[in-house]
């Protein structure tokens, strides 16, 4: 199965609301990475929160990790249209293993 | 801006017919990565290079190929599609391996089709 398991599967929100989605992962990870798919188009980076960090931001976004709970969260804060998106947790696990991905959340910003 | 350029976005073959995706970077990256992603699925991982160090996953099925001729290239060759091969191939690069705490940089993938 997955290292990393997103919950919810599929998010639907209105405009200026905020979006939380999750990722748990089952073993000791080196760092976890956000990132964010449009329709059709390819993935894009948006945070990286070492294994030693337990939170970031970057703009609107605001990632957490609980090393103790294997999980991680993604606010997104008040929240756009162009936010629509898929959003996928990825876990780097140690030098020469690759970066796994959960199955993603499907995020929808009605306007 | 530097770039990971897919080409092209859209191909169509058919059944057993190979083909050829490719891949070209800008970034300079020492690490070039080919995923296949189904329709609402994670993207699964199918080989790397390092530098000229090719790494296969142990699940990609031998109809899967690929070649960096230099730093900048990389192709992916399908030997002999499949209906089940259709799908988006995403290419991506980073700078060092995973352990660095490097991100990865994709393309915007080929959507490939099989008739």
């Known amino acids: 199965s997955q290292q990393g398991e997103e919950d919810p599967q599929a998010l639907s929100i209105q405009e200026g609301e905020n979006a939380t989605m999750n990722c748990s992962y089952k073993?000791?990870?080196?760092?976890l990475q956000w990132y964010r798919q449009n329709s059709g188009r390819g993935l894009v980076h948006l945070i990286l929160i070492r294994s030693n960090e337990r939170e970031k931001h970057s703009g609107r976004l605001r990632v957490t990790l609980d090393t103790s709970k294997k999980s991680s969260s993604l606010l997104i804060t008040a929240s756009r249209a162009a936010d629509t998106a898929s959003y996928f947790c990825a876990t780097d696990l140690f030098a020469g293993n690759m970066l796994t991905f959960g199955g993603g959340t499907r995020l929808m910003v009605k306007p | 801006d530097a770039m990971v350029i897919q080409n092209p976005r859209y191909q169509v073959t058919q059944f057993g017919k190979p083909v050829t995706l490719s891949c070209s970077q800008t970034l300079n990256h020492n690490v070039m990565y080919w995923y296949q992603q189904k329709s609402s699925q994670a993207p699964k991982l199918l080989f790397h290079?390092?530098?000229?160090?090719?790494?296969n996953e142990a699940d990609t099925p031998d109809n899967f190929q690929s070649r960096r001729p230099n730093t900048s290239f990389c192709f992916l060759d399908i030997r002999s599609p499949g209906l089940g091969d259709a799908a988006m191939y995403l290419c991506a690069t980073s700078r060092d391996r995973t352990g660095s705490h490097e991100p990865q940089h994709f393309g915007d993938g080929t959507r490939l089709s099989i008739l």
């Open positions: 290079y390092y530098d000229k160090d090719f790494n």
């Open positions: 073993t000791s990870i080196n760092n």
